[in-house]
């Protein structure tokens, strides 16, 4: 079993994305603007607003970039080796770096992939596998 990984500092904004994906649910920021983003912040990055609202995402996106590590940078991702590091898009607009769950022989970029929530430690992380 791979260790979990290192704590967060989490503030409240943070603490309802995080409970979000508790419950199985991958949740963006919704600016009045229209901007969209992850992770989640206090204000818009386009307009600098705080007039926002949380918006469910579909889950589905695209595999845009990956690297696959061999060397683990800390103590904790020893286990995992390798392990990829990936850029998803989601379908909404916003991209985050997350983790693809599958073998990392197949991946490819702009590959299909949808939101699954994997529980670690005391938290969830928001994963995507493969479409195809």
């Not at 469910?56 to 390798?82: C, M, N, T």
Request: charged share 20%; net charge neutral.
């Amino acid at each position: 079993m791979a260790a979990p990984p290192p704590a967060l500092d989490v503030d409240a904004i943070q603490e309802a994305h995080s409970a979000a994906l508790a419950e199985g649910r991958l949740m963006l920021q919704v600016c009045a603007c229209g901007h969209r983003w992850l992770p989640a912040r206090a204000s818009c990055a386009v307009c600098l607003g705080t007039q926002w609202s949380w918006q469910a995402a579909e889950g589905g996106g695209r595999l845009k970039s990956w690297v696959i590590y061999y060397v683990a940078f800390h103590p904790d991702f020893q286990a995992r080796l390798p392990y990829n590091v990936a850029l998803v898009e989601l379908d909404e607009g916003p991209q985050l770096i997350t983790n693809i769950v599958a073998d990392n022989a197949a991946l490819r970029a702009e590959a299909r992939v949808r939101f699954v929530p994997a529980r670690e430690g005391t938290r969830t992380l928001a994963r995507f596998e493969l479409r195809d």
